[in-house]
């Protein structure tokens, strides 16, 4: 097989210099100098906190064919084994035009609100079944991440499956431009990242930006569970999408889901589309996650190969860690059941993963309920946060850990209930998933279940590791 690249093409497509550098084969691409295999190329690109430049040595070092590095980095450093341009993340995304230009597969992009990484992971699993799928690992999703899947997508990829994700007004569109999917999915629109939105409306406006990417003929998958379907609707028919496609359980769905049956480790699903019924079998309990799997099965049968391999394939489909994956710690009799939310969190993932949660039954002891911070809701945070109190109840949990400031709202809301109704659980509120660090693993016991949920600058998936170490192994 031909290499992912050469280094002819890298500098043919970046119209990069190179430096002390032959031609040959480049067979993975890196922004991380920690993450070097052989023949890789190490872009060095300027994030947030470090600037790839300050680990071009330690990539070479490590295995690096080539570093595609600044003309400010040569002009200061020199060196070998460098392709120089101007701005490597420029670069990047060309190498991403590029890869997605000779690549002749079908292409899906997904955003949304809530569920687009496990939506992608469900539909990269249903088209892996008939063919090799390329697909955005992790949640790379921003201006680094979608380029850097794109430019790693290999020549032969039959599908690419790519996440795009954005919290600000704008973000979608030069992504899904570099993407230009056959495919976009919308999994919802809910109130998320509202710090830098007026309303839910307005986030439908900026996720309905995926429209503008679209290939000619290209077909929009909409979950049509929400008020604001109406919208991307209008959008799409602004864009001149070719065709739209509805899932999910409202009865005027393409893509109907008429019955759930859930279990604490796997769900039934009965999914009716133009007269056909199909019934569908996931490893992973949860409404929410029969939908993602129904996304899935909609653009398998819009690529082309049908429905019955990428129901077969959906019958292995399990949650992604972080994002729902449900453990069984310590002795099979009496174990701790962890349900690992700590990826995300927004209003409706919140809601989701606690009606989830609401079916889960404890092997034999309490019921725990670790909820950490919503971020970037603005100025609608503490109604937002403490209108949750509900679900919280809904759960059936006896004792709520609630980590942020964000989530004092939540927990004063408990504590004016709990004057009045004897069934309100026990509250702990601190600051930081540090501090209550030691108060849930002093709670907890074999025979619990507790599940854990918050968005990711809330930090508790150390949380999440060291609950995982302590019953695991004990």
Do not use: C
């Amino acid at each position: 097989m031909r290499p992912l690249w050469t280094v002819a093409e890298v500098v043919k497509a970046t119209g990069g210099r190179p430096e002390g550098l032959s031609d040959g084969p480049i067979s993975s691409i890196s922004i991380d100098s920690r993450d070097i295999a052989p023949e890789a190329l190490f872009v060095a690109i300027k994030g947030d906190t470090h600037d790839g430049h300050d680990f071009v040595g330690k990539a070479l070092d490590a295995g690096a064919t080539a570093a595609l590095v600044s003309e400010a980095y040569h002009a200061k450093h020199g060196g070998r084994q460098l392709i120089v341009v101007p701005d490597p993340l420029k670069a990047l995304e060309q190498l991403g035009v590029a890869a997605r230009a000779r690549n002749r597969g079908q292409i899906i992009a997904v955003t949304g609100s809530a569920g687009k990484t496990t939506t992608k992971e469900a539909i990269r699993t249903a088209l892996a079944a008939s063919g090799e799928t390329h697909y955005s690992i992790k949640s790379f999703n921003n201006h680094w991440g979608v380029p850097l899947m794109l430019a790693r997508m290999p020549r032969e990829a039959q599908f690419g499956v790519f996440e795009i994700g954005m919290n600000h007004p704008g973000e979608i569109t030069p992504l899904v431009k570099l993407v230009r999917p056959h495919t976009a999915v919308i999994t919802t629109v809910a109130a998320a990242h509202l710090e830098f939105f007026a309303s839910v409306a307005d986030i439908a406006v900026a996720k309905a930006e995926i429209f503008l990417g679209l290939e000619p003929g290209g077909t929009a998958v909409l979950n049509a569970d929400h008020e604001h379907l109406h919208i991307l609707f209008a959008h799409a028919r602004a864009a001149g999408v070719a065709r739209v496609v509805t899932y999910g359980f409202d009865e005027s769905a393409d893509w109907y889901i008429s019955r759930v049956d859930n279990s604490a480790n796997a769900t039934l699903a009965e999914v009716t589309h133009t007269g056909e019924r199909y019934n569908l079998q996931l490893q992973v309990p949860g409404r929410h996650m029969v939908a993602n799997a129904v996304a899935a099965l909609a653009v398998a049968q819009l690529s082309g190969e049908g429905t019955r391999k990428a129901i077969a394939a959906l019958a292995q489909f399990g949650a992604p860690e972080g994002r729902g994956l449900t453990l069984r710690l310590g002795p099979d009799k009496k174990p701790l059941l962890l349900v690992d939310e700590s990826y995300n969190a927004n209003v409706a993932s919140m809601n989701a993963a606690m009606d989830l949660y609401t079916g889960v039954r404890p092997p034999e002891g309490r019921k725990i309920l670790v909820l950490g911070d919503m971020l970037e809701m603005g100025l609608q945070g503490p109604q937002l946060h403490s209108g949750l109190a509900d679900a919280v109840l809904k759960t059936g949990a006896t004792q709520v850990f609630l980590v942020g400031t964000a989530m004092r709202a939540l927990a004063d809301e408990l504590r004016r209930r709990a004057e009045s109704d004897r069934d309100v659980p026990g509250v702990t509120h601190m600051p930081t998933a540090e501090e209550i660090t030691d108060s849930v693993l002093s709670a907890l016991a074999y025979g619990d279940a507790v599940m854990v949920k918050g968005s990711k600058g809330v930090r508790l998936a150390p949380l999440v590791q060291k609950i995982r170490e302590r019953f695991q192994n004990a």
